[in-house]
């Protein structure tokens, strides 16, 4: 089953802002959009947007999502140490029946 | 609070069966949608199964025919039996709720001989 396309890594100073990528197509993220995720080395993951670009409870608004056709990106202000982790998007695929996620981006806060 | 706790992973030979559970607390499994999530050992999520209140499910190609997932609404429990497990299945297993928000700790399942 094909996956979404991430850039494998991002690099951006601390303070400064990152915007993750993640292509899909119009049976995925052009349809319904893309979920958002952080994971920290040796944790589970942690939801930071829903697919309609809302944030859930408690996470932080230097966060935003959004969606361009069937690109969604993930978009952090004020980088700090502790943003520094793999992020990951996810999709329904209409045409496959599945769930699709993207290989992750690696961000590091330089 | 929402809880969700895996259990059932370990050290299995190629050919074997395992079947992972995913004890839900603070919500209703079948009320909402469930998925099974695996992380191989240095590599990115994969999604494996999902099970839908309505009770449809749906797999990945890779675990097509091999795994099943299903909930025990009496215990508020999700599984997913594992069949005929290969090499390449050896990962941390995350069962997770309805839009990935919940996710619990994970399970590690290794086929090794």
């Known amino acids: 089953q094909a996956g979404l396309t991430q850039p494998p890594s991002v690099s951006r100073g601390l303070r400064q802002t990152a915007t993750l990528t993640c292509t899909g197509d119009?049976?995925?993220?052009?349809?319904?959009?893309a979920a958002w995720l952080q994971q920290h080395q040796g944790h589970p993951p942690k939801l930071l947007s829903y697919r309609n670009n809302n944030r859930p409870s408690g996470i932080s608004e230097k966060l935003s999502a959004s969606r361009s056709g069937n690109t969604a990106s993930l978009t952090i202000t004020g980088l700090q140490p502790e943003d520094e982790a793999d992020y990951y998007c996810s999709a329904w695929d209409s045409s496959l029946s599945a769930w699709v996620f993207g290989g992750g981006t690696k961000l590091t806060v330089l | 609070e929402v809880q969700l706790v895996e259990s059932g992973g370990g050290l299995i030979q190629p050919g074997g069966s395992l079947r992972l559970s995913c004890a839900a607390s603070?919500?209703?499994?079948?009320?909402?949608?469930m998925y099974w999530v695996r992380q191989a050992p240095g590599k990115g999520l994969e999604w494996v199964s999902v099970i839908y209140s309505g009770g449809s499910t749906y797999y990945a190609d890779s675990v097509k025919g091999r795994f099943t997932i299903s909930r025990d609404n009496s215990k508020n429990t999700l599984y997913l039996q594992m069949n005929s497990l290969r090499a390449e299945d050896t990962a941390v297993y995350y069962c997770?709720?309805?839009?990935?928000?919940?996710w619990g700790q994970g399970t590690l399942v290794t086929v090794s001989s």
């Open positions: 119009s049976n995925n993220v052009g349809n319904q959009g």
């Open positions: 997770a709720r309805a839009d990935f928000d919940y």
């Open positions: 603070g919500f209703t499994v079948s009320s909402t949608y």
